[in-house]
């Protein structure tokens, strides 16, 4: 197994001139197969052990080695290859809306969640356990991105159960156990569930005052009634459902089983056909007089779910750096495999330019992912009001970013990288979901305008960290320098009540936030990681050289460093 620093197939020569019969194989970089993806991803490694020093390695290199190994690759291209199939009706016509997965998907995501991708985070509860859990999920979506959206959820839900202490002893202890279990059973008689989430409707998209599903008392529990446009997981155990009452949206925990083994009746449409994350079975749902059970308070559904949300929010930062991460992989793992017009890709200056700066965003990535999980270990109210912002900054800037990059990867494949026999094809219509999933860009840049206006005192912290860059890089100061006046004159627009200045802002809304992730990335960069890379990024994205395309990177930038821990 490889485990050295430079994780690249030999390197290929450029002038060979021996005549070979046209059968013969040669100028191809091997499959990138049985490795560790660990300990080959110098970021990921080196960010751990800034952010959780006394993290348990061994059990990560486990990990490692099994995304790496060729089953696990094989079992990925299978699980999206062969999609779930929803079945309404069983031979006889008795409904039983039931989704059937290949094989190959109940095997990877038994082995996410045998290794607590769902659930360290909660059972190992500590100054480090999220940043430990993040590696963990992050590893695996980097292989195979579609199983982790229920493997997210189930992570997920713990803070919103814990708005009722009768529903948190039953559900939580099951939720976040290791182990796996597809049986649609009494969820009483199983050790290990998943949950799902069901707010969107057709009407409403993210705006969920504005849905129209509601619910009636029926002794200890409600009865539900009405549409969802989009539920992920169907096959979940469980599920948290935005429904109306008087007081308004409430928030339910709706079991796919009820007490007893009864099917509830959760009714599935039809599955989505989606432009990626294929593997995972989307759906649209109606509920018809469905048992749920009021989680939290009524009328407050969406303070319950939002506890939620913050989390796959984050989540999504985790998988799209992920995303990155085998992006890059695989541009340079072919890079150091083939030659191209007399000489090894790989020692060509623009195929060099492009993989250091695709090294560059996803390092910028991965760290702050981890400085992002590491925040939620901070339980002080300083911590609280900086993932506030951080969470939704990081979210749309990189989750935003995904697709370019995969693209930008894609192409350094050449004719390999747009076809479905490599990773990168089924990459680059994944990494959309992540800029979509929990609040599209729009919603994003909405929800970081409001949290200014409501809660000015995470805007303070949030410029307090950026602080922390100051003096160490010309770019970084100038641009923290107009930062700092686009804040204060959004604060003010906010504050003024005026609908011409908050349309305003409205409009420049995109700009601020993107100064306000790139910022925040070299930070901590400047705090975490190697100086060559903190410098690196602060000239190709700060300064007034920087571009946005790959490879197109000013002086200042250290392409030989980067190529190294690509």
Request: net charge negative; with cysteine; proline share 5%.
């Amino acid at each position: 197994m490889t485990t050295t620093a430079d994780p690249g197939p030999a390197r290929a020569t450029a002038d060979s001139t021996t005549p070979r019969t046209t059968h013969t194989v040669f100028n191809q970089a091997p499959p990138r197969r049985d490795i560790n993806e660990f300990t080959l991803n110098r970021a990921l490694v080196d960010a751990l052990a800034h952010y959780a020093p006394n993290a348990a390695t061994d059990d990560l290199e486990r990990i490692g080695a099994l995304v790496g190994s060729t089953d696990f690759i094989n079992d990925a291209r299978l699980a999206n290859v062969h999609g779930p199939v929803l079945h309404t009706h069983d031979d006889w016509g008795n409904r039983i809306d039931e989704i059937e997965f290949h094989p190959a998907y109940h095997r990877i995501i038994g082995d996410a969640l045998d290794a607590e991708a769902h659930s360290y985070a909660w059972t190992h509860p500590g100054p480090s356990a999220n940043v430990e859990r993040a590696v963990r999920f992050m590893l695996f979506s980097q292989i195979e991105p579609g199983h982790a959206c229920p493997v997210s959820m189930t992570h997920a839900v713990v803070p919103s159960l814990r708005a009722d202490s009768a529903l948190a002893v039953f559900w939580e202890p099951r939720a976040t156990a290791s182990g796996y279990d597809p049986r649609r059973i009494d969820p009483a008689t199983k050790s290990a569930v998943t949950f799902g989430m069901a707010m969107t409707e057709k009407q409403g998209g993210s705006d969920i005052r504005a849905n129209t599903t509601y619910a009636v008392s029926s002794g200890d529990h409600h009865l539900i009634t009405g549409h969802k446009w989009f539920c992920s997981a169907p096959q979940s155990d469980a599920f948290l459902v935005i429904a109306q009452l008087d007081e308004g949206p409430s928030c339910f925990v709706v079991p796919r089983v009820l007490p007893g083994g009864e099917l509830n009746t959760v009714r599935i449409q039809r599955l989505k056909d989606k432009l990626g994350n294929r593997s995972n079975a989307s759906s649209e749902i109606e509920f018809d007089a469905t048992d749920g059970w009021l989680l939290g308070e009524a009328g407050k559904g969406v303070r319950t779910i939002i506890e939620m949300v913050a989390q796959t929010r984050l989540d999504c930062v985790l998988g799209s750096a992920a995303g990155m991460r085998q992006c890059v992989a695989e541009a340079v793992w072919h890079a150091r495999g083939r030659a191209a017009f007399g000489a090894t890709l790989i020692d060509q200056p623009l195929m060099r330019a492009v993989i250091a700066d695709l090294q560059l965003e996803a390092e910028a990535a991965t760290y702050t992912a981890l400085h992002l999980a590491a925040a939620y270990d901070d339980d002080s109210a300083e911590a609280a009001d900086f993932r506030r912002l951080a969470t939704a900054v990081g979210k749309y800037w990189i989750c935003k970013r995904g697709p370019e990059h995969a693209y930008e990867s894609l192409e350094c494949l050449g004719g390999n990288g747009y076809t479905e026999s490599f990773p990168l094809a089924r990459r680059y219509r994944e990494q959309p979901v992540m800029a979509v999933w929990e609040g599209s860009g729009n919603v994003i840049v909405l929800d970081v305008l409001r949290a200014l206006a409501r809660e000015p005192r995470s805007a303070k912290t949030f410029l307090g960290f950026l602080e922390t860059g100051l003096g160490k890089h010309a770019d970084f100061d100038a641009a923290y320098e107009s930062l700092a006046r686009s804040l204060q004159t959004a604060v003010q627009d906010l504050e003024s009540g005026e609908a011409s200045a908050q349309a305003a802002l409205q409009a420049r809304g995109r700009v601020l936030v993107e100064k306000m992730a790139l910022l925040m990335q070299a930070a901590i960069l400047f705090e975490s990681a190697p100086a060559e890379v903190a410098s690196s990024f602060a000239a190709a994205r700060l300064g007034a050289e920087r571009g946005r395309e790959y490879g197109a990177l000013p002086d200042g930038v250290d392409i030989d460093f980067l190529i190294q821990r690509a």
